[in-house]
């Protein structure tokens, strides 16, 4: 997928409560290890709706300061986004709704058609998840008919990305994101 620049035209979205975001969050960050990063609450950015990309995912910034990156994700039912790592940053996520899977993927150049699996896990709401080696290629699949929605925080800011698409290593983001009133944050 390429970067996107431009407003998508969505009648789909996907509410929810800015106590459950603030809830989760702070719940992320207590159990951040300790002392990498502080997100300042009174400057979050939060709606009451986020948008559903049909057969993707969104990635709605709340939060950015020069330390670190917060954003609500919602996942479209039955999709899986592309294998990716996180670049140069540290990723904590957790689920507040639905149910995803994980993928943990090891680029196996000699596989023609598929990357090597190494673990699988599903994600379970209020559990925290964290990924701070830059080698870990993973992917985020949601194979429900619900959508789910997490919250994913970036230290630093989450930049260098590098997706995996048949073996050809890319410095593509492979989301749509937004901050609020469906613009552009990227």
């Given at each position: 997928?390429?970067?996107?620049?431009?407003?998508?035209?969505?009648?789909?979205?996907?509410?929810?409560?800015?106590?459950?975001?603030r809830d989760a969050l702070t719940q992320l960050l207590n159990q951040y290890p300790q002392g990498l990063v502080n997100v300042d609450m009174d400057k979050?950015?939060?709606?009451?709706?986020?948008?559903?990309?049909?057969?993707?995912?969104?990635?709605?910034?709340?939060?950015?300061?020069?330390?670190?990156?917060?954003?609500?994700a919602v996942w479209d039912k039955s999709m899986r986004c592309s294998a990716h790592n996180h670049?140069?940053?540290?990723?904590?996520?957790?689920?507040?709704?639905?149910?995803?899977?994980?993928?943990?993927?090891?680029?196996?150049?000699?596989?023609?058609?598929?990357?090597?699996?190494?673990?699988?896990?599903?994600?379970?709401?209020?559990?925290?998840?964290?990924?701070?080696?830059?080698?870990?290629?993973?992917?985020?699949?949601?194979?429900?008919?619900?959508?789910?929605?997490?919250?994913?925080?970036?230290?630093?800011?989450?930049?260098?990305?590098?997706?995996?698409?048949?073996?050809?290593?890319?410095?593509?983001?492979?989301?749509?994101?937004?901050?609020?009133?469906?613009?552009?944050?990227?």
């Open positions: 997928m390429k970067e996107t620049t431009e407003k998508i035209n969505t009648e789909a979205w996907y509410s929810v409560s800015e106590q459950d975001v979050l950015e939060l709606d009451a709706r986020y948008p559903i990309v049909p057969g993707s995912y969104s990635r709605n910034r709340i939060y950015l300061d020069e330390y670190c990156e917060v954003v609500v670049g140069e940053s540290k990723c904590a996520f957790i689920l507040i709704s639905g149910s995803l899977s994980e993928q943990s993927v090891t680029p196996c150049p000699e596989m023609r058609f598929s990357d090597k699996i190494c673990s699988s896990r599903e994600l379970i709401v209020n559990d925290f998840y964290y990924i701070d080696n830059r080698s870990n290629f993973h992917f985020i699949e949601n194979q429900s008919d619900e959508v789910s929605v997490s919250i994913h925080l970036y230290n630093p800011p989450l930049s260098g990305v590098t997706v995996l698409e048949q073996f050809r290593e890319t410095r593509v983001h492979s989301a749509s994101v937004f901050s609020l009133f469906n613009e552009p944050s990227i």
